[in-house]
């Protein structure tokens, strides 16, 4: 597993935003994908799951985009 790890960080060293951004739809896709598989009984269910993910997730990131945005230009490099 760890093994695993040091390959996603590099993986991540070495992508730059438009790999990134392939990586997010693709998992968009794959999301889409899923909730259209969940059967109609367990759909509040399904999303009882995810929206609290995604909000989770979300908001971090964001959080570090502002911060970075926010830093003088000096700071950056």
Same mark, same amino acid.
């Given at each position: 597993?760890?093994?695993?790890?040091?390959?996603?960080?590099?993986?991540?060293?070495?992508?730059?935003?438009?790999?990134?951004?392939?990586?997010?739809?693709? =998992?968009?896709?794959?999301?889409?994908?899923?909730?259209?598989?969940?059967?109609?009984?367990?759909?509040?269910?399904?999303?009882?799951?995810?929206?609290?993910?995604?909000?989770?997730?979300?908001?971090?990131?964001?959080?570090?985009?502002?911060? =970075?945005?926010?830093?003088?230009?000096?700071?950056?490099?």
């Amino acid at each position: 597993m760890k093994k695993l790890f040091v390959l996603a960080d590099r993986y991540l060293q070495e992508s730059d935003w438009k790999t990134m951004a392939l990586l997010k739809f693709c =998992l968009l896709g794959l999301g889409i994908t899923v909730g259209a598989l969940v059967p109609p009984r367990h759909k509040k269910t399904a999303v009882a799951l995810g929206l609290p993910l995604f909000f989770v997730t979300y908001l971090p990131l964001m959080a570090k985009l502002i911060h =970075l945005a926010a830093q003088p230009e000096e700071e950056r490099k």
